[in-house]
């Protein structure tokens, strides 16, 4: 074990370690930032989800409310999940009102974790802190978040880490403060939240070597499970469907059941069922092979991994494809709480284990490194897989005047939502003067209702549009009766 000293906060810190964690935090919040930045140099200017939160933000940093024409006319992002925590990021506008401040942000709150995983790894561990702890901290499924632009989920990595961190310190303030701040995160938080608790009653962490349970842990516990599951309440059965007149959109379990009473159900009924959806098709596994296996699934061995449960089931028993796949940005935050979990495992293993482990451990590096640097890899393939056409794309966008009502493609929204009011094809009646559609053979909308690139262009076509120039593969059209900006109407602020 190492010394108090060697924390990253605290008057009795080392200098060396404090410099460390600084540097560090530094460090990690370049290489995060690094990836967003080459997509917005690429002109990979994503609606889903850069543009979303762009437009969010961009609102909050005018004191107004969070209308994202990118999701539907005049929606406000409160109808579609509840994370009022993207707010900190609105003073970064103040200072420079640019897109990629935002990924700069979620950079700086990623790496933030780096302080609470220090010091977790510092109190239980012998050798490799300083490295484990920036595997950790930019580890690949963090890559994973910060190479798709920018997320509420983000604020999840680092709270995590400090609520568990704290949990296992026993500093109760500072578990709610992090609790609270992560019910602000988002609604599903509060399932985390009711984990947290459940850990702190039924093992109360942190405890002396036969030290008993007190009813402190009880009431602490109790109540976090408490608040947990009544802000998840409160907020899917009232906060959201009060800013969404088709209610909380996010119950996707048919393979359980009708809405989220029949999926309780059908668990209920049929428990076997459900286990089998958390691992099948094969996919899945391979999403929990890659988040414990490098950790040699020590995590499994820490009550701490129970904390990144509900986030797992949400994705596993969900009937959405892309929920299930490795390259997902809610992995994050699992991957800080099983590392936090696998470390504690490991203190929890035998002297006679841990002494087996040891020859092991240079191996278990040298996976996790290779993982992290063949993930950043494929995601640097991806995007510049991406990136062809981005000259002609920022052409384009530069082309379009400010203030006009633009209805554009996913692959360029985020270059519109500073300028123009946008939006994308199927979410809006609004009028638009001009249409923005990319060609290339990567391009992929969110269009609903089966549209595609061709089908969007049939329709404007018979609308009256007309084209007005052509770069490259991205092609621009005008509407019939365009009278020119208009900024009321088709400014940023506009809804």
Known sequence: MLSQGSRCDGAASRGGDRRFCWLAFAGCALVLSAFGLLRVHWSILDGYDLGIFDQAVWHYAHFQAPIVTLKGDGFNIWGDHFHPIIAAWAPLYWIWDDVRMLIIGQA???AAAVFPVHHFLARRLDAWVRVLTVLAVVGWP???LAAYDVHEIAFAVPLLAWAVDALDRRRDVQVAVACAL???VREDMGALVFMIGLVRVAWAPGRAPGEHRTRRDAVM????????LAVFALVTTVVIPHFAAQGYQYWDYPQLGSGPKGALLGVLKAPWHAIGLLFWPPMK??????????????PLRSPYALIGLPIMLERMLSARESLWTPMYQYNAPVWIVVVLAG????GSLSPRWKQRLAPRRLVLLVVAVVLDVGVAVALLVNAGQLARGGDDRAAAAAWVPADTCVLTDNRMAAAFTHTNRVSVPGFTQHRQDFVVLDWAPLQTAPLPG???TAAVSRQIVADGFHQVARFGDVAIWQAPDYAGPDASACGPAAS
């Open 450 to 452: 089966g549209l595609d």
């Open 182 to 184: 992560l019910l602000l």
């Open 108 to 110: 700086l709150v990623v």
């Open 285 to 298: 596994l391979g999403t929990w092979a890659l988040l414990l296996v490098p950790l040699a699934l020590l």
């Open 221 to 228: 516990g109790a109540a976090l499970m408490v608040v947990g």
């Open 142 to 144: 963090v890559l994973t």
């Open 343 to 346: 470390v504690a495992g490991y």
